[in-house]
């Protein structure tokens, strides 16, 4: 039996709601601050006031490792969503629903029941503020979201048994979503997964969807690594390929099946944005392109982490000197993540206009793709397509590569390139496609479930 999980701000109603729905399926009911507080044999308000927030949060995480693996309901701190350990522990064989109410709601409850503060706010602040600073963290955590502001914990329990007989996916929208992935070219042993999920008896009503937003995407290699993380961190969902020439079916099937997320790839990473409710102001609205939509709580949100995977093999080179080849979707995000590395940027393209376009909103340098050897770089990234196919021209000539340069392929299929083979003879450091994409797609996890996936995990699984 899988454990019942209740997670959400203080005042949202985790501890009502969570003890009536223990009585209705006969599960043991388990909250983590009274375990806590029997572990330690303090009340939470004097840990927080001797030893701060931090030991309370040791404490959080010891008693939430040792919870029960199966068949309990269980109520937890309005923070534990912050930790991606605690994530990884709360999130397995179990079903986590989050428990969202109104400021004015909140505040109200919280003045009936006072609680250590968290901040030196006033209380209205302090809630207004650590519900935007956790927002993200709820969404990640959420398999499924109910409102309780305005309803008793009577009603907000008859609707958690209500999803946990039925699921989300009402039956009318089965048969046509069924229709659109059979157009589709999804594999055979594939489609037969699916095919259950979609089922009008589903073995498992409260299975989620998610999958891979694209066209063509039939490529990708999101479904083979999503679908092996989640057997890895024991997690219900099922990831496939929506592959659609138009994006207004693709988001109408997705929200048909109350899916949870999507990767999104070409040619829909800037067409998605005014579909979507919010845009990441750091990342994604300055690169102006979106390549995760975590749907939760009512609300679709846009992330980019592609930046995030050209970044990371790079942040020991601050300040280098760059190249960038190709001015496309994929060098938006590596023009972002070079300028925040401080480096000094050169964007060269075969179209040059669209060098300097995109050099002007990055604040780089920008010419033709014959100005290469005029630069002599430390750092060269590649972002066109050059050498995914096998009579590709090289996109730099060999003769231009010299030890102490690092060159960066993006291209991850074949895994190594031509131009990662000529650097590799010419002494170069070489990073390869894979490294972006297992970078991309640790933080896409994170951004879905809450769960710090480390990076040899996924290397292992591709
Ligand atoms: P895109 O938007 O179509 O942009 C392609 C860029 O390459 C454009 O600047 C284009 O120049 C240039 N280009 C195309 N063909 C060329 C040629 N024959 N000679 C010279 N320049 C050429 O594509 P994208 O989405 O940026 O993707 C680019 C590459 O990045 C793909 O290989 C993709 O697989 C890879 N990628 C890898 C990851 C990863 O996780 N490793 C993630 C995303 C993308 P013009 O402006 O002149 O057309």
Known sequence: MKRIVFCGFRGTGKTDVGKIVAG?????????????????????????????????????RKVIAGLPKSGAVISTGGGVVTDPENMEHLRRDSVVFVLNADIDTIEARLSRKPRPPLTGLPLREEIAEMMDRRRQHYHAAADFCIDTSETTPEAAAG??????????????HRAPCISFFKTGRIPPKCMELLMKV???????????????????????????????????????????????????????????????????????????????????????????????????????????????????????????????????????????ALTDLDMDVTILNRTPAKAKAMAERFGCRWGELSDFDTIRPDVVVNSTPLGMKPDDLMPVSPDLLHAGMTVFDLVYTPPVTPLIE???????????????????AKEQFYLFFGIDVPGEKIRELL
């Open 24 to 60: 209705k399926t006969g599960l043991p009911f388990l909250d983590t601050d009274t375990l806590i507080e029997q572990q330690t044999g303090r009340s939470i308000p004097d840990i927080f006031h001797e030893d701060g927030e931090e030991r309370f949060r040791e404490e959080e």
């Open 159 to 172: 609707a958690v048994m209500d999803l946990l007989a039925k699921g989300t996916i009402p039956g009318q």
């Open 198 to 336: 979609l089922a009008d008896n589903p073995p498992d009503p409260l299975t989620r969807l998610m999958g891979v937003a694209g066209y063509p995407c039939a490529h990708s290699r999101g479904p083979r690594l999503f679908n092996a993380l989640f057997g890895h961190y024991g997690l219900d969902y099922h990831y496939t390929w929506f592959e659609d020439p138009e994006l207004d079916e693709i988001l109408r099937v997705a929200r048909h099946l109350d899916v949870k997320g999507l990767s999104v790839t070409i040619p829909f990473k800037q067409e998605i944005i005014p579909f979507i409710d919010e845009v990441e102001e750091h990342a994604a609205q300055q690169i102006g392109a979106v390549n995760t939509v975590v749907f939760a709580c009512g609300t679709a949100t846009g992330y980019n982490t592609d930046w995030i995977g050209v970044r990371k093999p790079l942040v020991d080179l601050k300040g280098s000197k760059a190249v960038l080849l190709g001015a496309g979707g994929a060098a938006a995000g590596a023009a972002f």
């Open 422 to 440: 000529a650097a590799r003879k010419a002494g170069c450091t070489t990073i390869t496609g894979t490294e972006m994409f297992i970078g991309q």
